[in-house]
């Protein structure tokens, strides 16, 4: 599993408000939205009123897998681990199904929103100065983004994944979900509906 975090150039670049500076299978970037945004995560102004939230392994029943289930009722919920300031929650669909969905979320504690905001901001600069399109979800609460990749042509191997990163007042969680399958993939795949209120509506109980 990948785990959130940042290098310490991304970080004092993400402080700074400065932006320069899944399967081992090739990706390609989908185009999903807009480049770097050079002001995203820069706002303060819900640092004071956030809460400080106590991370624990019962976080992973918050997840939020019905958007998920109405695409691919086979999902089951998979392992739930717990470190000093890390909770990883994961997800498989049937290995022998056609298109398989797989996926899992970490919730990190920052100890305060100030330092989740900023850690959030440092994955964002740090995905545009990569090239891969992060994604403002301007509709989310507290900052967030995606970022979304397709598989280049295979003739056996086809896939589509989301990396969405988000704060959640103190915390920070990263979600990951991807489709594989031996078929190739409708160019407007149904994931993306299905991940973004499945993580929006986790996002709500996690800080609810």
Excluded at 155 to 169: F, G, K, M, P, T
């Amino acid at each position: 599993m990948r785990r959130l975090g940042v290098s310490v150039l991304v970080t004092v670049l993400a402080l700074a408000g400065c932006s320069d500076g899944s399967p081992g299978k090739a990706v390609e970037k989908s185009g999903a939205g807009p480049a770097a945004s050079a002001d995203f995560a820069l706002d303060d102004s819900g640092d004071a009123t956030a809460a400080v939230l106590k991370l624990d392994k019962s976080l992973c029943g918050r997840f939020d897998l019905r958007p998920l289930l109405a695409v691919y009722p086979a999902i089951k919920a998979g392992s739930a681990t717990a470190e000093e300031e890390l909770v990883s929650c994961s997800f498989s669909y049937a290995k022998d199904a056609p298109e398989r969905l797989s996926g899992w979320m970490n919730i990190s504690d920052r100890k305060s929103a100030r330092l989740a905001r900023f850690t959030v901001r440092g994955l964002f600069v740090g995905e545009g100065e990569e090239d891969r399109n992060p994604e403002v979800l301007a509709d989310f609460a507290q900052p967030a983004f995606v970022v979304a990749r397709r598989s280049k042509p295979d003739a056996n191997y086809h896939s589509v994944s989301y990396n969405l990163y988000a704060q959640a007042d103190s915390l920070t969680v990263d979600f990951f979900f991807i489709v594989e399958s031996a078929s190739p993939l409708p160019p407007n795949d149904k994931l993306r509906p299905a991940v973004l209120d499945a993580a929006r509506n986790t996002l709500l109980r996690v800080t609810g």
